[in-house]
C-alpha cells in the first residue's frame, strides 16, 4: 500500500532557530513530491514541488531536498518565525492515477 | 479572484440527516477533488472529478455522493448522516503541478 510517514509528529523551537522535518514515502513508481504548510482552520498552500530529478528547492527560508533513492524528503525551515506555526504536509503522487498520497503532518510551534 | 470557495464553512447535523457541500473555483480547472481530515491522518480522497459532468470514486467514498453539473462547481452530498462523518471536508482544483485548496467545511454529526 502506498503510505507517506512524517516525523516528528509535532515540534516546538524558539523563534529564529531553524528546525527540519522529515518525509518517508513507499509511493513507486514515483512522479513528484510537494510539500504543503496548513494554518490553523485553513486550506493546505503549496511551498514546493520536486520531481524525480530535483535533490533541492528552495522557496524563501523552506528548502526541501529529495533522495528518490532511499525514498526520502526532508523540509528545512530557517530562521523560524512566529507565522511559521503551522502543519508542514508531505504528499506524494504516483506516476499512475489521479491520487495524491497525504502524510498526517507534523505540527510545528515556534514560541517566542 | 476567490480561488476554490466552500460553503458552508461549519455545519451541525443530527445522524440520519442530509446536506449537500457546495466547492466553486474561478479559475476554469478541469480537476477537482472532495477530501476530509481526521486528526492524525493524512487527507484522504473520497471522489473526484476530471471534467464536467463526470466523477469517480476515491479512497473513502462510502455514504458520500458527489456531482459535477457545471465546471466550476463540485458538490459533495450526505444522504443520511453518520457520526462517523464528523471532519473536517477540504474542496481542490488543479492544474498541472499545483493542487489549490478551499479553506474547509468543519462538519460534526451528533
Known amino acids: 500500500k502506498n503510505q507517506v510517514e512524517q516525523s516528528p509528529q509535532s515540534l516546538i523551537i524558539l523563534e529564529g532557530k531553524n528546525c527540519t522535518l522529515q518525509?518517508?514515502?513507499?509511493?513507486?513508481?514515483?512522479?513528484?513530491l510537494r510539500w504543503y504548510k496548513q494554518d490553523t482552520g485553513r486550506g493546505p498552500v503549496s511551498l514546493t514541488i520536486?520531481?524525480?530529478?530535483?535533490n533541492t528547492k528552495s522557496n524563501g527560508r523552506y528548502t526541501a531536498t529529495l533522495d528518490a533513492d532511499t525514498k526520502q524528503s526532508s523540509l528545512h525551515i530557517t530562521a523560524s518565525q512566529l507565522s511559521d506555526s503551522a502543519s508542514y504536509i508531505c504528499?506524494?503522487?504516483?506516476?499512475?492515477?489521479?491520487?495524491?498520497?497525504f502524510g498526517p503532518g507534523t505540527r510545528l510551534s515556534v514560541l517566542p | 479572484n476567490a480561488g476554490v470557495t466552500q460553503t458552508p464553512k461549519f455545519r451541525v447535523l443530527k445522524t440520519g440527516q442530509s446536506m449537500t457541500l457546495l466547492c466553486a473555483q474561478d479559475?476554469?480547472?478541469?480537476?477537482m477533488y472532495w477530501y476530509r481530515q481526521d486528526p492524525g491522518m493524512g487527507l484522504r480522497l473520497i471522489h473526484y472529478?476530471?471534467?464536467?459532468?463526470?466523477?469517480a470514486k476515491g479512497e473513502v467514498p462510502d455514504g458520500y455522493n458527489v456531482s459535477r453539473l457545471k465546471k466550476q462547481n463540485f458538490l459533495l452530498g450526505l444522504e443520511s448522516a453518520a457520526p462517523s462523518q464528523t471532519s473536517v471536508y477540504f474542496c481542490?482544483?488543479?492544474?498541472?503541478?499545483?493542487?489549490?485548496f478551499g479553506e474547509g467545511s468543519r462538519l460534526t454529526v451528533l
Open positions: 481542490a482544483s488543479r492544474v498541472p503541478g499545483e493542487l489549490f
Open positions: 518525509c518517508n514515502y513507499t509511493v513507486s513508481p514515483f512522479s513528484n
Open positions: 520536486m520531481t524525480f530529478s530535483e
Open positions: 504528499v506524494v503522487r504516483g506516476v499512475y492515477g489521479q491520487n495524491f498520497v
Open positions: 479559475m476554469n480547472h478541469e480537476y
Open positions: 472529478s476530471v471534467g464536467e459532468g463526470t466523477t
